[in-house]
């Protein structure tokens, strides 16, 4: 298995963070001014819960950021944070998920599994992280879907 030289970071496009802090302010202002609002129907105030979950969970997902070096892979930012060796990984599988087939990368360790999905990282940086991983663990953890569909992938890069 062959050394990562220093330790990558992966997280969303930056232009996608700018979107997502700007679009949780307005949400968040949008919120308070359905409080201040006066004679407000009795729905408003189900309505404000809502909006604040969103403006949160877009802060909580322009945080998210896959780290791997040497020594391991740590997947920090949101409600689940993820930290394990490459010894602790006990299988890596790839499945294609939703309308558009959107491959999403499983691994599993010490009974947990953490998902990759095609659709947080862009193309390259989905594939930077797959031949990271087919560098640094061994090729029998792989199944044979993981290997079908980044064959797949591959052959339409």
Known sequence: MKQIP?????SAPPWMKIMCYMMSFMIVLMA???VMMENKPAEILFVIPVLLLIAVSMLIYARLKL???DSGIRFMGG???HHFTWEDITGIDMQRLGKYKTPTAIIYYSGKKLDLQRGFYLQAQFNRILSLLEMKTSPELFTESY???R???KQNV
């Open 6 to 10: 220093h330790e990558e970071i992966f």
């Open 32 to 34: 308070v001014g359905l």
């Open 67 to 69: 780290m791997i070096s």
């Open 79 to 81: 409600l689940k944070q």
């Open 147 to 149: 290997q079908t569909i």
């Open 151 to 153: 064959r797949q992938n």
